[in-house]
């Protein structure tokens, strides 16, 4: 479960958070209408001043003069790079809305070695990846073929927006939101019953063993 309270519908005093939740929530179903168990609301709902940003920034779309596909594959790789489960799935399901071929949808995760991508394409995922997983270290190359397609501005949006879903997926894995309510796949594994405490070097080495109970 989310690691922070869950706002019931009867504590949301807020308009604009009870505005997005009656638009987004329905009696007749559990969650959202894409699968979701849609506790990022519930969760965000606990500081309106929080919820309020978000959604101010979420209406960028509607102004943003970049192409959606773009948009939406810097959103997605994203998603995929900061190993956020929810990002990722959501914003594969928003790419198949926007008509974008099932071959491209499930190339993204190993978008380098896929042929199915264009260059403005492969120059998103990979700015994508240099936002996300290199702190911003883009290499000009990348940004060259940028600016051969874009104006100025549109990579400005590009970059808001890629950064902005890189932060949605990083507080989604901290707090446990939606898809990624989900224990952390690395774990120990347990050594066989009866190894004790031994030096797994002296087995690489042929060095004596000793035994520590």
């Known amino acids: 479960m989310p690691r922070l309270r869950r706002v019931p519908r009867a504590e949301m005093t807020d308009p604009v958070v009870a505005h997005f939740h009656d638009r987004l929530f329905s009696p007749e179903r559990e969650g959202t209408a894409t699968g979701s168990p849609g506790d990022w609301w519930e969760v965000f709902a606990l500081d309106p001043k ?50 974008v071929p099932e071959e491209k949808v499930r190339a993204i995760p190993a978008w380098q070695v896929s042929d199915c991508f264009g260059e403005l394409e492969r120059a998103v995922l990979a ?59 690395v774990t120990e594994v347990p050594a066989p019953d009866g190894y004790g405490a031994r030096d797994i070097a002296d087995d690489l080495t042929g060095g004596p063993t000793v035994r520590r109970e």
């Not at 920034?57 to 956020?84: I, N």
């Not at 489960?85 to 399901?93: I, L, N, T």
């Open 50 to 99: 929080i919820f309020r940003h978000c959604v101010k920034g979420f209406q960028v779309y509607r102004e943003a003069t970049l192409d959606p596909v773009l948009r939406e594959l810097g959103q997605t790789r994203a998603g995929w790079a900061r190993q956020s489960r929810f990002v990722y799935s959501q914003h594969c399901k928003q790419l198949r809305a926007l008509g």
């Open 127 to 185: 700015y994508a990846d240099a936002l996300v997983l290199d702190g911003g270290r883009v290499p000009d190359e990348v940004f060259a073929v940028l600016r051969r397609h874009l104006p100025d501005e549109q990579i400005l949006e590009l970059t808001y927006i890629t950064c902005m879903y890189e932060m949605h997926a990083t507080m989604a894995r901290a707090l446990r939101l939606e898809f990624d309510d989900r224990p952390d796949p």
